[in-house]
């Protein structure tokens, strides 16, 4: 990849937005590969974004304490589908919406179905309520605009609560908590829940712009709900994380090495939410939330797991491609920067220079399954493969129908050997034959049952 391209890109980004600093990041290979820092952390000062300068990462900070949710559940301290109650005991007392609302869960929590309303604006400037505040607002304040598990509606209160159930679970703040299991095993030492504190070292200041003017924004306290949004780090702290997130694929039997398992770290990335709607006439690729992350299918930078961030001050983004284990981050000190523009711009940079992961081995089944289909289709016979056909398979499409379809393949392309085999999953995969006219591929769908036999066949010339 061309880092000069990424460079100047970033250049352009920042011109265009007027974002005063920026700094962004490549991950791949478990590793990162380059830093841009541009643009100044401090206006008045004049002090320049360095690699290593800190900045709020706001609603990024969502899934880290979602994976810290996890890692308790991993632990059997919490249940996902228990009511918030069960583990903050005055949250009993708030009255649901109807009388047929479900309990509030952390699932709901999690995934932003809980019921409770839209509330960037107002979340961003209370990150420093105390616990005491935070109780006062379950006792009288708005909590629900409507039942749980109805909709998804993105909230911050939401993410505050979790980082009550935290506290209260782990027997210590959230903070310390998500210090413990995460940043200190990553070795994540530039990240931190305390802002003010941060500000006394290489820090860009928050910044605004209104009538040709830029001033600085109030730097955010440190409080009772930073769970939804208060972590400050810089881009290598941060890669530290991205290339552990993006280690838990493929699934695979190695070793675990993280602080979280793997298979938790996938999960916060499903679809845990209604699919997000589109514009009809911009069409969007399918995009749901999971666990403190957005799931996209993208068709051409393949699966992607991604979170904004925005405070007074700042814009933050961290994309993820998984197929390709290259993760791009970009942090900004003007209010609500549209980081996520910048990394699906750098995405596109990155992306043609990027190989594909390979596909999974083939199963022992799936193997034996394609070398029966190629003793059929050479011999223009479905049941020369009968001993590894499902029962269904006949049945569904009868002997003479599949020996009709086997010799017009054949006499199109001729003998066939099999050139190639790539699993899909271990009852599944693609081959291709190769033919003496051509190539012929295939899927091949196997059965549950003991044998696991071929359930579903379908060919494809390839031209």
């Known amino acids: 990849m061309s880092f000069t391209d990424i ?15 920026l700094a962004a990041g490549i991950v791949q290979g478990g590793q990162l590969v380059h830093v ?45 589908d228990a009511p918030i109650a069960t583990y903050v005991p005055q949250f ?4 649901l919406p ?68 935290i506290t209260n679970v782990a027997g210590m703040p959230y903070q310390a908590f998500i210090a413990r299991t995460l940043l200190e095993p990553l070795g994540m030492t530039r990240t931190t829940f305390d802002a003010p504190a ?53 699934a695979r039997d190695d070793p675990e090495a993280g602080p979280v398992r793997r298979s938790s770290v996938r999960e916060m990335g499903l679809f845990h939410a209604p699919p997000f709607t589109s514009d009809p006439e911009k069409p969007a690729p399918p995009s749901a939330y999971g666990y ?31 197929d390709h284990g290259v993760g791009i981050m970009a942090f900004g000190n003007r209010t609500y920067a549209p980081m996520s523009s910048l990394t699906a711009r750098l995405a596109k940079i990155v992306h043609p220079t990027l190989p594909v992961r390979p596909p999974p081995v083939a199963s022992r089944d799936v193997v034996r399954a394609v070398e029966a289909i190629v003793m059929a289709y050479n011999a223009g016979r479905i049941e020369t493969a009968k001993p590894a056909l499902a029962v269904n398979f006949l049945p569904d499409t009868p002997a003479r129908l599949r020996d009709r379809e086997l010799a017009e393949l054949k006499q199109k392309l001729g003998e066939g050997r099999i050139e190639k085999i ?42």
Not at 7 to 21: I, K
Not at 302 to 315: C, F, M, T, V
Request: aromatic residues 8%; charged residues 20%.
């Open 98 to 165: 109807t009388r047929d609302s479900p309990p509030l869960t952390l699932r709901h929590l999690l995934s932003h179905l809980g019921g409770q309303v839209h509330d960037d604006p107002w979340g961003d400037r209370v990150l420093g309520m105390t616990p005491r505040e935070l109780d006062a607002l379950m006792a009288d304040g708005n909590l629900f605009a409507r039942p749980p598990g109805v909709a998804f509606e993105y909230s911050n209160t939401g993410y505050g609560l979790i980082g009550r159930v």
């Open 292 to 322: 403190g992350l957005n799931n996209t299918a993208d068709p051409l930078l393949g699966r992607l797991l991604h979170h904004a961030g925005g405070l007074p001050g700042y814009g933050s983004h961290v994309l993820m491609m998984t």
């Open 198 to 250: 941060a500000s006394r070292g290489d820090y860009a200041w928050p910044y605004r712009f209104d009538d040709g003017q830029w001033s600085r924004e109030r730097i955010e306290p440190d409080g009772e709900v930073g769970a939804m949004g208060g972590l400050a780090t810089t881009v290598p702290d941060y890669a530290l994380y991205v290339a552990f997130l993006l280690g838990a694929w493929p």
């Open 36 to 80: 841009t820092a541009q643009g100044l952390a401090d206006i008045e000062g004049a002090r320049q974004v360095g690699p290593d300068t800190a900045f709020r990462i706001a609603s990024m900070t969502k899934n880290m304490t979602a994976l810290a949710v996890l890692a308790l559940r991993d632990q059997g301290k919490l249940v996902l």
């Open 92 to 95: 009993a007392k708030v009255p």
């Open 7 to 21: 460079d100047t890109a970033c250049a352009a980004f920042a011109q265009e937005h007027a974002v005063p600093g």
């Open 422 to 463: 790539d699993g899909i999953h271990a009852l599944s995969g693609r081959f291709t034959l190769a033919c003496e006219k051509g190539r012929l591929a295939g899927t091949v769908l196997l059965s549950p049952e003991p044998g696991a036999g071929i359930q579903r066949l379908t060919f494809n010339v390839e031209e």
